[in-house]
């Protein structure tokens, strides 16, 4: 029994010195990345990207590693290059290093098991162009990957705003969708300011990727019945879409006053023939011919972004009002229950 305790503590040793090892060259891969980009700690032209805090390492929750990024490489939170893209839980840890002015990156990985570096230029300018875009597809390995790291690093060198990069964080990289949520945001704030007793609920319907930046700007969620989710099919977008068929309709916003019981809700459409004349694409491109295995599916979302990007804060070109319909509790109730479309609910169908 005694001796079957000493191999059982031997085996724990060994595995925690491994373990401990592994993290160590963790450390060891981030300073020599450090190296290879020729930059010193606490250079400004440097962001850390990372999906720390959010994986698990073999088991563990892996915020330790934000301290170790910071110590070597100088990027904070604070300075806002130091930031963070969503994954599951049980994804490997990644750690890119990139510089702005060069655009050069180094990607570190490790699984719990093993550790990997890949070092690569992932210039969001050439990453408009299908050659650009594949010649980092194939450095980096995953498309998920790509997307992420290409639109966030490169979103932040072009001086993105830190609560758009915030929305990014989350939705796990910038596509123009979460340009137009935060677009739909920006006019909800100067034309809606809530007033004395009033919240605002978000119905997203249809749904897009600018729903993700409208939770985290608005803090509305599914949790807090702040926001209601709901898809709409083909018949019924076109149901209640505008006279030119780029302009989509984008959803609703709730301003409930829960002293009055009653509320107003305020119908949006979204021109997505402006979007793609700002950022000289083709609606037609961002659903081409063999889906995400054509690179042009990818390029035109990455055009979007940069052509996007300088209207950030200027929506009122983009965003439009339908309607304003005066809401009362039942029509409430009937707006956010399933199998109820809401836009049939403020008389926008035909
Ligand atoms: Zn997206």
């Not at 839980?89 to 050069?104: A, G, H, Q």
């Not at 990014?168 to 004395?196: A, D, M, R």
């Not at 007793?197 to 949790?223: F, H, M, N, R, S």
Request: glycine share 8%; aromatic share 10%; with cysteine.
């Amino acid at each position: 029994m005694k001796r079957c305790m000493q191999v059982f503590m031997v085996v724990l040793l060994v595995f925690g010195v491994a373990n401990g090892l592994w993290a160590a060259d963790v450390k060891g891969l981030i300073k020599g990345g450090m190296q290879d980009l020729k930059i010193e700690k606490g250079n400004p032209n440097l962001l850390a990207l990372t999906d720390a805090t959010y994986v698990k390492v073999n088991g563990k929750t892996s915020e330790g590693y934000v301290d170790m990024i910071q110590e070597i490489t100088g990027c904070s939170i604070g300075k806002g290059n130091l930031l963070f893209f969503h994954r599951p839980i049980t994804y490997p840890l990644k750690v890119v290093l990139f510089r702005k002015d060069t655009k050069d990156a180094v990607i570190i990985t490790y699984n719990g098991k093993k550790t990997g570096k890949v070092n690569l230029n992932m210039d969001g300018d050439k990453a408009t162009k299908p050659d650009g875009w594949k010649q980092i597809k194939e450095k980096i390995g995953s498309l998920s990957d790509t997307f992420s790291m290409v639109t966030i690093a490169n979103a932040w060198a072009k001086s993105a705003p830190f609560d758009f990069l915030k929305c990014c964080e989350f939705h796990n990289h910038l596509c123009p969708g979460v340009s137009t949520g935060y677009q739909i945001v920006q006019f909800i704030l100067e034309k809606y300011q809530l007033k004395k007793a009033e919240k605002y609920v978000w119905i997203a319907c249809p749904l897009w990727c600018k729903d993700d930046a409208v939770q985290i700007l608005l803090d509305l969620t599914p949790g807090k019945r702040s926001l209601f989710v709901k898809q709409l099919t083909a018949d019924q977008k076109k149901a209640v879409s505008g006279e030119k068929p780029t302009d989509n309709i984008a959803g609703i916003l709730v301003i409930w006053n829960n002293k009055a019981n009653k509320g107003k809700a305020v119908a949006f459409r979204y021109d997505w023939g402006k979007a793609c004349q700002v950022s000289g694409v083709e609606k037609k491109d961002f659903s081409p011919k063999g889906g995400k295995k054509n690179p042009v599916f990818w390029t035109t979302r990455v055009k979007g972004n940069w052509g996007l990007m300088p209207y950030l804060d200027k929506p009122a070109d983009f965003v439009k009002v339908v309607k304003e319909v005066e809401v009362s509790p039942q029509m409430y109730t009937k707006m956010t229950t399933a199998g109820v479309n809401p836009y049939e609910v403020l008389g926008l169908t035909k």
